[in-house]
């Protein structure tokens, strides 16, 4: 994949992601406020310079230290979240539909049901009855209950592949089970397992603010969930105080912008059937490359359709 | 009579579901260690809401409740009879109040604003994503980034954001809460005057999302189809564009009827969190009081509710599918 061929949409979220990566890495290293240290009073306004940039929470805490503070918290539970789940599913899917059998049966079974019922109703009644709640514990339960739909997408379109013709070559020669499954089956779903991953990310950090607003966040750290929890709880909108809950709230949807934007762009790069039809050709043509698309796409058939039924839909679902 | 075969199995399929959600219900609960009504009571007591007499009598009544002095499997059966005889329990923090009132009193709020958002959302954010996938140009382009920007946007930050630009700043609609100061719920036009000014906002921040996901949904669906087989034909043959369009917009559409129903899911998550911002009194509002206090049978009977409504749902699209796409049934009924 040459860097030619991605879009200006991947730039400008590619841009907006490392911006908030940036800002949850270096930021705590600039801004050098203890975000548990009381530096102004009760809602103080914004003045410039110096720890009150963005005014103080209604602890009298910097809310600049607090945003910086948790992002990162946020970004580490959706990292943490994320790649567990991602990891689970594709090990689940991956067995189930290139095993076959009744271990699909059994499996289907399981991913099916977790699929039927709301992730945050689980995810509220593990966090309710656990005795301590912190950010780790936290990433955790929702990692280990947010997977059951990358099971599936990985499921149906790892039993596509299991009727191709390179998997009988493989079994020829003597390749075992989980070594087929690595080289053989999962460079197929590599595509889709990253932008699986990326709405992980994003769902996860939007479960955990979903969490903390409830009242069940992480009782030790600051998140952007926490920093809202305590915005609607004291009673910020009302009062007008907007820098305690407009930077956490801007950040938050920039997070989550910025991961589905880069999510549907890789999309269209994996995907060239999303393309436009009409543009995409005339793009192919002009640059002289890609000219064997449209039949590598109809190849591709069963796999890039199964990707395109799943992912869009399940973008808006999963949260 | 494949049809009822195919309904038969989505129903059985449904009820076992239902029971692996009681199970759930059920069991994490009993995981907080030692006896979750000693772990309970002993909070109540350390947040002083209530005198020693009163824990004690609170303690036998979960007890009983509870059964816990019983065998691990009869409480669930216990459970179960009494979830099946419309009994939620009794709450912890305002103890006397049985569950079923407390929800009975925020459920009416919460349908009000989530039922009108889920029907008017699905049906515009669908029209939008079929037209701007299928004009293209700007309006494409356009209607994309509002919609992947809308639909991205956290619920609640979309409600933040209005409650204070249109109700703090503007003043335009009132800030909080679902009826004025002094009123109680009835039903007279008065009444309804008024709450629905309070309505307005919750709506809109769960409507404007919620078309945003389905219009992103709908555009890919119908991109996907206008670059297949059947177009290209119909292309070539000179079929007319609107007639094409039809067939366009009808396949496009079943994904994103199955997509309604588990969309539900979604957006009952997202309005919980909106009643919070507007302290709207819905579930909620319930849910976060409940929290709040530990009060265990109103946050399980909540949960219980989601689930129902959001198995219901599916159940309800799954058989509606099986009337509309005849190769859905064919292929249920074929595959083992």
Not at chain 1, 71 to 93: E, F, H, M, N, Q
Not at chain 2, 20 to 37: E, K, M, Q, S, Y
Request: net charge neutral; proline share 5%.
């Amino acid at each position: 994949m040459s860097l030619r061929g991605l879009s200006p949409r991947f730039w400008v979220a590619a841009v907006l992601v490392a911006f908030v990566v940036l800002v949850g890495l270096i930021g705590p290293l600039i801004v050098s406020t203890n975000p548990d240290a009381t530096v102004g009073g009760l809602y103080e306004e914004p003045r410039c310079c110096g720890p009150l940039i963005l005014g103080a929470d209604n602890e009298g805490q910097s809310v600049i230290s607090n945003l910086v503070y948790g992002t990162r918290t946020s970004l580490i539970i959706g990292l943490v979240a994320g790649l567990i789940g991602t990891a689970i599913g594709l090990l689940v899917g991956l067995v189930a539909g290139y095993r076959g059998g009744w271990i699909d049966d059994v499996l289907s079974a399981i991913v099916n049901v977790g699929l039927a019922i709301p992730v945050l109703v689980i995810i509220i009644l593990v966090s309710v009855s656990l005795p301590k709640r912190n950010l780790y514990t936290l990433a955790l339960v929702i990692g280990f209950t947010a997977w059951f739909w990358v099971a599936r997408a990985v499921r149906a379109q790892s039993s596509s592949i299991r009727t191709r013709e390179h998997i009988d070559v493989a079994k020829l020669s003597g390749a075992g089970f989980w070594s087929i499954l690595r080289r053989d089956v999962l460079p197929y779903l590599l595509s889709y397992v990253v932008m699986a991953c990326i709405l992980q990310i994003s769902g996860a950090i939007l479960f955990e603010s979903t969490l903390s607003m409830l009242g069940l966040g992480a009782s030790n750290t600051t998140s952007l969930g926490t920093m809202l929890y305590w915005a609607i709880q004291w009673g910020s909108v009302r009062t007008g105080a907007w820098w305690a809950f407009v930077p956490p709230t801007f950040m938050l949807t920039l997070i989550v912008f910025s991961l589905l934007l880069l999510q549907s762009s890789l999309n269209e790069v994996f995907n060239p059937r999303l393309r436009r039809g009409r543009a995409a050709r005339k793009k192919a043509v002009k640059e002289g490359t890609e000219l064997g698309t449209p039949i590598e796409a109809g190849d591709a058939g069963p796999v890039g359709t199964e990707g395109i039924l799943e992912s869009p839909v399940s973008a808006g679902r999963d949260r | 009579m494949a049809l009822a075969r195919y309904i038969g199995r989505k129903v059985a399929w449904t009820l076992v579901v239902f029971v692996v959600a009681l199970l759930l219900n059920f069991l994490l609960p009993r995981l907080i260690p030692g006896n979750p009504v000693d772990t309970i009571v002993g909070q109540l007591a350390q947040g002083g809401g209530a005198g020693g007499e009163q824990l004690q009598q609170i303690h036998e009544q979960y007890m009983k409740e509870f059964g816990l002095d019983k065998p691990m499997w009869q409480q669930f059966f216990i459970y179960v009879g009494n979830v099946f005889q419309g009994d939620l329990g009794t709450s912890f923090a305002q103890y006397p109040a049985s569950v079923n009132t407390l929800i009975a009193q925020a459920l009416p709020w919460s349908i009000a604003i989530m039922l009108p958002a889920i029907i008017v959302g699905w049906i515009v954010g669908n029209l939008l994503g079929a037209v701007a996938a299928f004009k293209g140009g700007w309006l494409d382009r356009g209607a994309f980034i509002g919609s992947l920007f809308l639909s991205s946007v956290p619920p609640f930050a979309l409600a933040i954001i209005l409650l204070f630009l249109v109700a703090v700043k503007g003043g335009i609609l009132p800030v909080g809460g679902a009826y004025s100061f002094g009123l109680t719920p009835e039903f007279s036009l008065a009444f309804f005057g008024d709450a629905i000014t309070y309505w307005w906002l919750p709506f809109w921040s769960l409507v404007l999302v919620y078309i945003g996901g389905q219009a992103v949904g709908m555009r890919s669906m119908a991109i996907y189809e206008l670059g297949s087989d059947y177009v290209n034909y119909n292309r070539g043959l000179g079929v007319k564009e609107g007639h094409t369009v039809r067939y366009i917009f009808r396949n496009a559409m079943l994904p994103q009827f199955t997509g309604l129903a588990l969309s539900i899911a979604a957006l009952i998550t997202g309005g919980l969190i909106t009643e919070l911002v507007f302290s709207y009194p819905g579930l909620g509002s319930l849910l976060f009081a409940a929290i709040g206090q530990n009060d265990y049978p109103v946050i399980s009977a909540i949960t219980l509710l989601i689930t129902i409504a959001v198995l219901i749902a599916n159940l309800a699209a799954d058989i509606l599918t099986g009337f509309i796409d005849p190769r859905i049934r064919a292929v249920q009924s074929g595959e083992r």
